[in-house]
């Protein structure tokens, strides 16, 4: 199914007149079987679309809370195997939630490229983020990705000016992942006015759709930013509510899946309420 899974959600979210909520969670984190918990319970707790991060040691874009997981899940053994027997076990539950798999070219790399792009069809991946390949190295990865039936999302950044954006919207497909900061994840609040008149400069420029992420904490930001953009990634917040929760020992508690899936509804709620003018 793959790139058309996204479509069909994008399509019914614009039907249904809201903006969708990505969720990011970090594959392994704090471990396997807590991991798949969240994961299997993202979807009914309110997330649209699932982005799955890939543990690696060097995640240049990751803030310290995604690192901090990152390291957690590659302590607790997750690798690229078991990221994709994850997600299919996610399938036999749920065979309409999109996941795209965010990450770093080095694991895929190592990997395999063409065994990663066919390993990941046949678990049910639907798109890669992968945010150390520009478009210059499209031939790499981006190419075949998309030849094999996965989207390949890129970022826009508030750095990213006229010249730059059609370079970056060439090849892109599944959604336009706009950053609203600039830095790394989880380290500053975006400004919802900014964001807003950078979501309409990409709308000019494309007809996909355009998630907002990087900085994203609270229901009351995501409502802000669900008002102009198509939907709102949530990353740092979830990991974070996985670390607040752990034991002395970095171990998860019963509080953990809780808390991660009770802040899923919150942003939710948030969000689905955010174009509507209730209250968020």
């Known amino acids: 199914m793959t790139v058309a899974r996204l479509d069909a959600r994008f399509a019914a979210l614009k039907t249904e007149g809201r903006a969708g909520l990505v969720t990011f969670v970090t594959s392994g984190d704090p471990d396997p079987a807590t991991s798949q918990a969240i994961l299997d319970g993202l979807p009914a707790a309110g997330a649209d679309v699932i982005e799955l991060g890939m543990p690696f040691t060097d995640p240049m874009a990751d803030g310290p809370a995604i690192q901090a997981a990152s390291l957690r899940a590659l302590k607790a053994g997750q690798t690229v195997v078991k990221t994709l027997d994850m997600v299919r076990a996610f399938r036999a539950k749920d065979a309409d939630t999109p996941i795209v798999l965010m990450g770093y070219y080095n694991p895929i790399y190592s990997y395999g490229r063409d065994r990663f792009l066919a390993d990941a069809v046949e678990a049910g991946v639907d798109g890669l983020i992968v945010v150390d390949l520009p478009p210059e190295e499209d031939a790499e990865l981006c190419l075949p990705a998309m030849d094999a039936g996965l989207a390949f999302i890129r970022l826009a950044t508030p750095t990213t000016d006229e010249k730059r954006l059609p370079v970056v919207l060439a090849n892109t497909s599944g959604f336009v992942y706009y950053v609203s900061i600039a830095g790394v994840t989880g380290t500053a609040t975006p400004d919802p006015e900014r ?56 171990r998860a508690t019963d509080a953990t899946t809780h808390a991660v899936i009770d802040l899923v509804k919150d942003l939710a709620n948030g969000i689905q309420s955010a174009r509507s003018g209730a209250a968020a």
């Open 195 to 250: 964001v807003a008149q950078a979501v309409a400069g990409i709308k000019a420029h494309t007809r996909l759709p355009v998630a907002v992420g990087f900085g994203v904490k609270t229901p009351e930001q995501a409502a802000a930013f669900a008002r102009t953009a198509d939907a709102v990634v949530v990353g740092s917040a979830l990991v974070a509510a996985v670390a607040n929760t752990l034991d002395d020992d970095g």
